[in-house]
């Protein structure tokens, strides 16, 4: 179980306050979509949620374990546990959707592996095992560059299993994707959840949340207004947060 107590975040030399005391909890299995309008604060709850952000104050914890302690940033080895998929994934263009999956993020990689491209034969097979899951092993010797958006994305979900993640925060991951590359994504996080035990929380449109989430946060003005298991949002509960 993942626990957040009184998240707070300010910006601007702590001048703006974009978060407001969030308290929530969350289990291992759970696919949840955050929905509220532009500026509300979605985006940065799922950058502090992956500890890429500090926190102004507040506590985070991991099955019992303290992993923010009246704010800060977390330590590098909870941050390796998590992913954070950007709209546009950052991956090397000139790269094939295999050596990006096995290169990783930066952060993540030894600087000898970035620089030569060495793989041990364990991981190159765990690298395309993935890939295959995701339906892109026809792609795995594809530049990174000339994949769509939506095999952009989901080599980024490749990647981040590889390297361990067990929690993944999505900031509108299917934004100016077409129908059904949306879909595929959705359904491969989906598939995270439910075979693989993993944990996602994806900034959504509401209809997209509706359909694919087992639970639904509420945001507005940097605050968790609802928190929804199960079923769709009712007219007013989409008024109480500006969606209508």
Excluded at 221 to 231: A, I, M, T, W, Y
Aim: glycine share 12%; with cysteine.
């Amino acid at each position: 179980m993942m626990k957040v107590n009184h998240l707070k975040k300010i910006v601007d030399g702590n001048k703006k306050v974009v978060l407001r005391g969030i308290s929530t909890q969350f289990e291992q299995g759970e696919i949840i979509g955050v929905v509220g309008p532009s500026g509300s604060g979605k985006s940065t709850l799922l950058r502090c949620l992956a500890l890429r952000e500090g926190w102004n104050a507040g506590d985070y914890s991991w099955d019992g374990d303290q992993v923010i302690k009246n704010g800060g940033k977390g330590s590098q080895k909870y941050r390796s546990k998590c992913a954070y998929l950007e709209q546009n994934p950052s991956l090397y263009p000139d790269k094939t959707a295999l050596k990006n999956v096995l290169i990783g993020q930066a952060g993540q990689t030894p600087l000898l592996r970035r620089v030569t491209g060495m793989v041990r034969s364990d991981d190159y097979m765990g690298a395309m095992d993935e890939l295959e899951k995701f339906g892109l092993l026809d792609k795995a010797h594809v530049k990174a560059g000339k994949l769509s958006g939506g095999e952009r994305q989901r080599v980024a979900i490749c990647r981040a299993l590889v390297h361990g993640a067990g929690f993944i925060a999505a900031d509108e991951p299917v934004i100016g994707l077409d129908p059904h590359s949306a879909e595929r994504v959705l359904t491969t996080l989906r598939s995270l959840c439910g075979d693989q035990g993993k944990t996602v929380v994806a900034a959504l449109p509401i209809e997209l949340a509706e359909r694919y989430c087992t639970r639904i946060w509420g945001l507005y003005d940097g605050e968790l207004k609802l928190d929804v298991s199960g079923r769709r949002l009712t007219e007013g509960e989409k008024r109480s947060i500006d969606l209508v």
